[in-house]
Each structure stands twice: as structure tokens, then as C-alpha cells.
């Protein structure tokens, strides 16, 4: 298998943690592709992929998988035992609702951070994007002090790690942490394992 990947994507990131806790990372070659040339057309991810995101995981057959919780569900299948995404009820269905949330904050952060240096024409999108990143981190600020987001690491938690990873390199404005004890240290905790040390984002 072969990823393409950049260093600062977020979605990619999701990805390369997910193999790193799955056991699956030594089977994947990795093709970096630089912020600069992800946004032009040398893009080494268009030789295999028209959409020309990251990531894109290209499996050993030839298909060519994109989009991350697509990626995730198929590292959940080759690794069923690493537990990342039960798809059986198990759970209760938990960690899809909790994943649900943290990609919610995600993809908020994101537009966030593409509509900085808030300007005359991005002011409405950071309005939106702010209001609905704080709303979603209160609601889990209140649900890590009720259950602690304890027990094994799962899908949601990589995803909300990755998203709030992306905050203090990219959208130093929001002080998420003021106020929200909780997520705070359980972001520390999460952020020590390996696998987040492994790929942080650069700043
Ligand atoms: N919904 C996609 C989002 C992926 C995405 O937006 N990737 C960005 C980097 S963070 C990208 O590849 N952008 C290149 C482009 O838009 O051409 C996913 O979950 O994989």
C-alpha cells in the first residue's frame, strides 16, 4: 500500500495515527507530498487520484482510496482486533456518535484556519466556524469531566486529538483551553502516545 500524505493535513494525520495504533504503519509506503506542490498541478496525488487530496491511500490490488473516515473504515477491516471502529452495535454505537462531534470540530477548525487573516469576506464563515468549534467543545468539555474518555483508544478519539493538535500551530487566536480543564488534560494525555508524537504538525 502507498500513502500520500503532507505533514500539516489533519485528515492525513487521522490516517498515519490510525495505522500507527492498528500495527499496520510497516505496510505502508509513504509519499509525502509538500504543501506547494499539493496545491499545484505537479502533484505527485494526481498521478493516482483526480480529487488531489490528501490522504490518499492506494492499495496493493490498485484501488485507490479517498477520504479519511473511508480510509479509517478500511484500516478498521484489515485490523478488526484493534478495535479502532467497532461496526457491530457493541458499543452501543458510542464511538460513532462521538466521532460525529469530534469530526464536527474538526472540519470547523479547518475552515477556520483557511478563512485566517479574517477579512471583510471571511468574517461570516470565522462568526460561523468559532461559534460552532466553541459550542462542540463545551458539549465534550462536559462529557470528558462525566466519563473521562477512558478505555481503549478508538476512531473518535483520534479524530478529536488530531483536531484540537491542530489549534496551537494553526489557530493561536482561539484559546481553547481557558475554561475547558478537562479536554485540556485529557489533550495532553492523548498527545503523548507515540503515535501523536510521531506526526505532529509542523507550526
Ligand atoms: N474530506 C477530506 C478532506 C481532505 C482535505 O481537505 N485534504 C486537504 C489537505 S488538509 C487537501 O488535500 N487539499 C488539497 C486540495 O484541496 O487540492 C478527508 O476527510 O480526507
Not at 483526480?50 to 490498485?62: F, K, W
Not at 463545551?138 to 478508538?154: C, M, P, Q, T, Y
Not at 489549534?167 to 475554561?179: A, K, N, S, Y
Request: glycine residues 8%; charged residues 20%.
Amino acid at each position: 500500500m502507498r500513502l500520500f500524505y503532507s505533514t500539516g493535513s489533519p485528515y492525513a494525520r487521522i490516517v498515519r495515527i490510525a495505522l500507527l495504533e492498528a500495527g499496520l504503519d510497516e505496510r505502508v509506503t509513504k509519499v509525502e507530498v509538500t504543501r506547494a506542490r499539493l496545491y499545484s498541478s505537479e502533484s505527485e496525488v494526481l498521478t493516482v487520484n483526480p480529487t488531489g487530496r490528501v490522504p490518499t491511500l492506494q492499495l496493493d490490488g490498485g484501488s485507490v482510496l479517498t477520504e479519511s473516515q473511508l480510509i479509517l473504515n478500511h484500516i478498521n477491516a484489515l485490523s478488526p482486533s484493534s478495535g479502532l471502529l467497532p461496526c457491530d452495535g457493541s458499543d452501543g454505537w458510542q464511538i460513532l456518535a462521538e466521532m460525529g462531534q469530534a469530526w464536527g470540530l474538526l472540519d470547523s477548525i479547518v475552515a477556520w484556519v483557511r478563512a485566517q487573516p479574517e477579512s471583510r469576506h471571511t468574517k461570516a464563515i470565522v462568526a460561523r466556524e468559532s461559534a460552532r468549534a466553541i459550542r462542540i467543545a463545551d458539549a465534550l468539555e462536559i462529557s470528558v469531566a462525566k466519563n473521562g474518555f477512558s478505555g481503549r483508544l478508538n476512531a473518535a478519539h483520534i479524530v478529536l486529538g488530531a483536531g484540537l493538535g491542530l489549534i496551537e500551530p494553526r489557530l493561536p487566536v482561539w484559546l481553547w483551553r481557558d475554561g475547558r480543564p478537562c479536554l485540556s488534560r485529557w489533550f495532553e494525555t492523548i498527545s503523548a502516545r507515540q503515535s501523536f508524537r510521531s506526526t505532529m504538525p509542523p507550526s
